[in-house]
Structure formats: structure tokens, C-alpha cells
């Protein structure tokens, strides 16, 4: 009978480039950690554009309550209103 589970040797090996290749496929992607955090202003995205040359994002801005991962829950600071979207969808408030 053929031993079927591999030898830890060949476990780390593969563990290594698998952690090789996240890390290269990381940087030509040039992705990196998420900086808005609990408490910033942020803009959400549209998810219906009217027309082209209309704004991508909404004119009001919208504050960030809590954050899980890329998971974020931000309050609309005109209405009160509450909506989950995620973290791709936002653009911080500048100045």
C-alpha cells in the first residue's frame, strides 16, 4: 500500500511558493491594506450611473460605524439611514 499523505518536507515546500507566489501576485497587483477607518467621511459608489458624464459617487457623505475586514457598515449623515458595502465601493472625504 502507498502512503498517500506527503512528508512534511514536501508540506513546506509547498507552503513556501505558495506564499512566493501570493506575494508576487500581491505587488504586480499593487494591492495593499484598506487605510479608511471607524469615524472617517467617505462617498459611496453609484450602483446605477444615470448617464456618462454623472458623477460616480453619491454627493453626500457617509460616515464609516464599524469595519470587518473589507466589510464595512456606514451611516448616511443626512437621512440616519444604514447600509453594509464594501470597502472597494467608498472614497475618502478629502480636505
Do not use: C, W
Amino acid at each position: 500500500m502507498i502512503n498517500s499523505t506527503p512528508h512534511s518536507s514536501m508540506q513546506d515546500r509547498d507552503t513556501e511558493i505558495k506564499e512566493k507566489r501570493k506575494e508576487n501576485a500581491d505587488r504586480k497587483r499593487h494591492a495593499a491594506e484598506s487605510t479608511i477607518g471607524v469615524g472617517e467621511e467617505v462617498y459611496v459608489k453609484k450602483v446605477d450611473k444615470v448617464n456618462k458624464l454623472s458623477s460616480p459617487f453619491y454627493e453626500v457623505p457617509h460616515t464609516v460605524v464599524t469595519k470587518n475586514g473589507n466589510d464595512v457598515e456606514i451611516e448616511n449623515d443626512d437621512t440616519g439611514q444604514r447600509l453594509r458595502r464594501y470597502i472597494v465601493h467608498l472614497k475618502r472625504v478629502e480636505g
